[in-house]
């Protein structure tokens, strides 16, 4: 009986140190000189407070470009913890903000675009105490962070999702990143290809309306006014159906937005390896250095 104690003790200790490890988040690095601002409040929904991380490089006198990351999780999961690999804009001085929203276990479909919206807005406004230019703001996500860089960043001056932060014109970002982002939440929910019950759970008791789904969904928000948007994604995703990608590519070309589309030969959802995650970052960079960003 002792022995069968103990080793349910240690299968105890290595399970909590296993989930520790999982949820374990590195502190994100940045170059000396460097500074941050962590869990900064941009909005306040019914007691939900929406925070953000902001790293900043030196004060020189001009103001910094921007860059605002989204972390992904099917709407239902992750934090803005969890994410790093800031270092090729650290090195080209951009600032970057992290920002989580409200998951589907808080609030559906359309808050964490409404918070996303927030986030922008909130980062406009304060650019010049933030010492932000507002010209050359980048918003990137991957997975549901793509699609909701995406959708933050092609709702322009459209105020539909803009009812907590309401207050500032000529919203406009520089550039989309959209990794492996969803571009249509109906077709992934009921789709022919591989769909996911997250995107039925995130549009919550509109489940069922398909108008309700394209007017959260990037592929129906594309116009002539839209931003340059650079696109990456796997042709093996298990996840989220590269088609999705192809789709969004050619409504862009159809419409006649500036984008680049990077297919990564055998990539899973957000697995790549290492010389391919070099390349991503190197295009990405190249995408922006062509914008003058």
């Given at each position: ?36 601002q ?7 929904v019914?007691g ?29 999961k ?25 998951l589907?276990g808080?609030a ?19 650019a010049?105490?933030l010492n ?6 980048v ?9 909701l ?16 932060c ?34 039925s ?23 002539k ?23 969004l ?36 960079m ?8």
């Amino acid at each position: 009986m002792k022995k069968l104690t103990i080793l349910c003790a240690l299968l105890w200790t290595t399970f909590s140190l296993s989930a520790q490890d999982t949820a374990t988040v590195k502190k994100v690095q940045y170059p000396k000189g460097f500074n941050e601002q962590l869990n900064l409040v941009y909005t306040n929904v019914n007691g939900w407070e929406g925070k953000l991380d902001l790293y900043f490089p030196p004060t020189t006198g001009a103001a910094s470009p921007l860059v605002i990351n989204i972390h992904g999780g099917g709407w239902n999961k992750g934090t803005k913890e969890s994410q790093g690999g800031f270092s090729p804009f650290f090195k080209k001085g951009y600032a970057v903000a992290n920002i989580e929203y409200r998951l589907t276990g808080v609030a559906t479909a359309p808050a964490a675009i409404e918070d996303t919206r927030c986030a922008l807005i909130y980062l406009i406004s304060n650019a010049k105490k933030l010492n932000i230019d507002v010209s050359k703001i980048v918003i990137m996500g991957a997975s549901a962070g793509g699609h909701l860089a995406l959708m933050g960043g092609l709702m322009e001056n459209d105020h539909l999702f803009d009812g907590n932060c309401r207050g500032i014109e000529n919203i406009k970002v520089a550039a989309i990143i959209d990794k492996y982002g969803i571009t249509d939440v109906w077709d992934w929910g009921y789709g022919k290809l591989k769909t996911s019950k997250s995107a039925s759970s995130w549009l919550g008791a509109k489940a069922n309306d398909k108008d309700f789904a394209k007017s959260v969904s990037p592929l129906y928000q594309v116009k002539k006014s839209s931003p340059p948007v650079f696109i990456v994604h796997g042709d093996a995703d298990p996840t989220v159906p590269y088609e999705q990608s192809v789709a969004l590519k050619a409504k862009l070309d159809e419409i006649g937005v500036k984008s680049e589309f990077i297919t990564v030969k055998g990539g899973l959802h957000g697995k790549f390896s290492a010389e391919d995650n070099a390349m991503v970052n190197e295009k990405i960079m190249e995408f922006l250095k062509g914008l003058g960003l």
